[in-house]
């Protein structure tokens, strides 16, 4: 009986033991989460609403136990939290595994006491405001997901720590201000990697051949380094890249053949390099849904297999040394977003098909060698907001429906030589802030719908054939700033209600048929810094107002103007802006005659002024 009574009895002080046990590692648990909550501050006040003494720490929000009610994950990221991680309690979780902090303002210091935390397989500290280096992490073995991107860390990282993280998946320590270091040996080693983010991180030196071990690769962004030499053929070993980003480096030499094996690329970025040779290795990579190559040395002919890819949205090649036709069928397959291929030797038409989907927003095409027409599939590219293509060699009726695009913000089409009107479609434009269409065979009258396009800032139809009068509706345009109409053929006057478009800072008409007088109203356009009315048949005085404006620029010359030149105007600068107007006289400008006699009495005002 004793004997089964003391057994019972250690029995019971061993379940005594043990659920004390329990317990105790229960409460600690509660403790350390309880500290963690009081070091992190949240604007936002339910963040810990549910984190109180009262509560099983498995039912805090954020907080994931295992069967045995042991905390297993903690995950906080974007919750708006503050405050310095006390790594030191933390890590006292025994079976943490998960401890997801990411997007959040945490600062201070990242202590080596993370290396108690032996079983964590996924470490986000990423998008944080640490400071100092991160800390040496080698017992961390287990890791799969390791993000410290973002998060504000310098010095040198603890590559090293790298070596025993064989299960390591995904990698992004990008954007930081770590020291300038060559490309970490230790990367090559993880061969389970299937994204590899180092962006932004101070790599120098040469991309390493034994990148191409790296064969799980998914995502590979190593843009904004300093990373130079060429791109090792090796990467064309990385069968499943998806994602690479290379742009923003020193990067040389031409695309290495191989890369072209890379058929599950969708996204290809090596921008803002000095890459040279062809685009042919290319060719290949029909799945590309994004490939961005701008300021490069590429040259050679746009392949025309790009013409069939299927599921391309934005091309970007701008200024490269790119030659030939584009193909016509380039952009027609998919949803297709934005081409930007200007500053290049492109020649032949411009690809009709690229908005088919109706879901292109920029089409920019200048300072090339295009010609042909305009194709009128854009008059129907509801969602284009910027159509340019200036400086090439354009010809043909300009599509008018372009003109009255829904949201179009930019129509750029000078130098070249398009034909056709300008349209009261344009009434439709309720976007529309520029027009820049200087030097081509413009014609017709500027439609007094344009009134209707009241965000109007900059209107330039200078160096065309347009002809009738400017419309007296023009004054509606409360926006515009720059109104350039000069060497055209506008004939009626300069409508008075041009006084009333207050933000107007540069006008320019000259070389027009203008005629009758200088509008007076002219004079209250406070902001108003340059006007030229030169080269017309504007007659008439010159309206004394025009005397408050602060000109920096006023050329009135070759028009028939009589009359005296107002006393504020007749100072040296402006000594050229009268010329060949032979009814002007001046006290002041040698070059003029003598105004006719006036009474003494005002002769004695005018010098007891001066
Ligand atoms: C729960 O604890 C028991 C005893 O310590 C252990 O055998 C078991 O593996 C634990 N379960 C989990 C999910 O950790
Ligand atoms: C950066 O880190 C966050 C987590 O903080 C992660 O979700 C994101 O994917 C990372 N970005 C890149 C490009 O690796
Ligand atoms: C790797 O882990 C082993 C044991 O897991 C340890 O002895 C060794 O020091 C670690 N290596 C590094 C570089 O930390
Ligand atoms: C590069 O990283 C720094 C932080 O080191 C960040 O402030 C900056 O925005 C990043 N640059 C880019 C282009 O993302
Ligand atoms: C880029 O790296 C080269 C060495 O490859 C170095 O000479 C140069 O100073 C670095 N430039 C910057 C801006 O870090
Ligand atoms: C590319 O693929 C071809 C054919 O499959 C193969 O012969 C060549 O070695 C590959 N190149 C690279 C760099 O992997
Ligand atoms: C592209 O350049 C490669 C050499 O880099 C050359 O072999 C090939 O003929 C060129 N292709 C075209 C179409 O010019
Ligand atoms: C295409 O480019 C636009 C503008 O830069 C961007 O907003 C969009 O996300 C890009 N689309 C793809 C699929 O990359
Ligand atoms: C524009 O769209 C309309 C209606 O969808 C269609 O009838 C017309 O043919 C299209 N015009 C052009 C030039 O694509
Ligand atoms: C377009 O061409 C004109 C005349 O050749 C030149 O003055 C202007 O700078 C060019 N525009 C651009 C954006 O290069
Ligand atoms: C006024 O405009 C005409 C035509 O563009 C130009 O020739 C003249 O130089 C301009 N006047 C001044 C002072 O710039
Ligand atoms: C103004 O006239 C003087 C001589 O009378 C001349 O030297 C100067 O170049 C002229 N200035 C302008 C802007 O025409």
């Known amino acids: 009986m004793s004997a089964s009574n003391s057994s019972k009895q250690l029995f019971s002080f061993y379940a005594l033991f043990f659920f004390s046990l329990i317990c105790s590692i229960k409460s600690d648990e509660l403790q350390v989460l309880l500290k963690l909550k009081s070091a992190l501050q949240s604007s936002n006040p339910d963040a810990f609403s549910s984190w109180d003494s009262g509560h099983s720490p498995c039912r805090f929000s954020g907080i994931t136990c295992d069967a045995n009610e042991t905390v297993t994950q903690i995950e906080l990221s974007n919750r708006m939290l503050a405050g310095v991680l006390p790594f030191d309690s933390i890590c006292q979780l025994q079976s943490l595994e998960k401890l997801s902090m990411g997007f959040n303002s945490l600062y201070g210091a990242v202590t080596e006491d993370l290396n108690n935390c032996v079983k964590l397989q996924y470490l986000d500290l990423g998008n944080n405001a640490f400071t100092g280096a991160f800390p040496k992490i080698s017992s961390l073995n287990k890791l799969q997901y390791l993000y410290l991107n973002k998060s504000g860390f310098s010095g040198t990282f603890p590559w090293k720590s790298l070596k025993n993280m064989s299960n ?250 398009i034909e056709g009107e300008i349209t009261s479609d344009i009434k439709n434009a309720k976007t529309l802030e520029t027009i820049t269409a200087g030097h081509n065979k413009l014609t017709g009258e500027l439609p007094e719908e344009i009134s209707q396009a009241a965000a109007l800032v900059k209107v330039e139809l200078n160096n065309n054939r347009l002809s009738g009068q400017i419309p007296d509706a023009i004054g509606e345009l409360k926006h515009l700033s720059s109104l350039k109409l000069q060497s055209n053929s506008l004939s009626g006057s300069i409508p008075a209600s041009l006084g009333s478009c207050v933000s107007l800072s540069d006008v320019n008409v000259a070389d027009n048929s203008l005629s009758g007088k200088i ?70 400008v040698r070059l003029f005659p003598r105004c006719p006699t006036e009474t003494d009495m005002s002769k004695d005002v005018r010098n007891k002024t001066r």
């Open 168 to 417: 390591l998946v995904q990698l992004s320590i990008g954007d930081n201000p770590f020291d300038p270091i060559p490309f970490p040996e230790e990367v090559l080693k993880l061969k389970k990697l299937n994204w590899l983010y180092m962006a932004n991180c101070s790599l120098q030196g040469q991309i390493p051949v034994g990148i191409g071990c790296l064969t799980e690769l998914i995502d590979l962004e190593l843009s904004d380094n300093n990373l130079s030499g060429g791109i090792p053929a090796e990467i064309g070993k990385l069968q499943k890249l998806w994602m690479l980003e290379l742009y923003n480096n020193e990067i040389r030499g031409k695309l290495p053949s191989g890369l072209g094996n890379l058929s599950n690329l969708e996204f290809f970025d090596a921008s803002m390099n000095y890459l040279e040779g062809n685009l042919s290795e290319l060719r290949t990579l029909t799945n590309l849904v994004s490939l961005q190559l701008f300021a490069n040395q590429f040259s050679g002919q746009v392949p025309a297999e790009f013409g069939e890819f299927k599921k391309l949205v934005n091309l970007s090649l701008y200024k490269n040394q790119l030659t030939g036709p584009l193909p016509q069928k380039l952009g027609s397959w998919a949803k297709f977003d934005f081409i930007d291929v200007s500053e290049n030797f492109l020649s032949g038409p411009i690809p009709p098909e690229m908005c088919k989907q109706g879901t292109m927003k920029a089409l920019l095409m200048l300072q090339n060698r295009f010609t042909g027409e305009i194709p009128a599939s854009y008059a129907n590219c509801s969602g284009l907001q910027r159509f340019r293509v200036s400086n090439n060699s354009l010809s043909g009726t300009f599509p008018s429906g372009i003109w009255g695009l829904p949201v179009v913000k930019l129509i750029d089409i000078e130098f070249n030589q």
């Open 519 to 588: 509008p007076s109203s002219l004079g209250s356009l406070l902001t108003l810094s340059s006007l030229n009315l030169s080269n017309n048949k504007l007659s008439g005085q010159i309206p004394e107002s025009l005397s408050s404006l602060r000109l920096s620029l006023l050329d009135l010359s070759n028009n028939e103007l009589t009359g005296p030149i107002p006393q504020s105007l007749s100072i040296e600068a402006y000594n050229g802006s009268f010329s060949n107007n032979p009814g002007l006289c001046s006290e002041s």
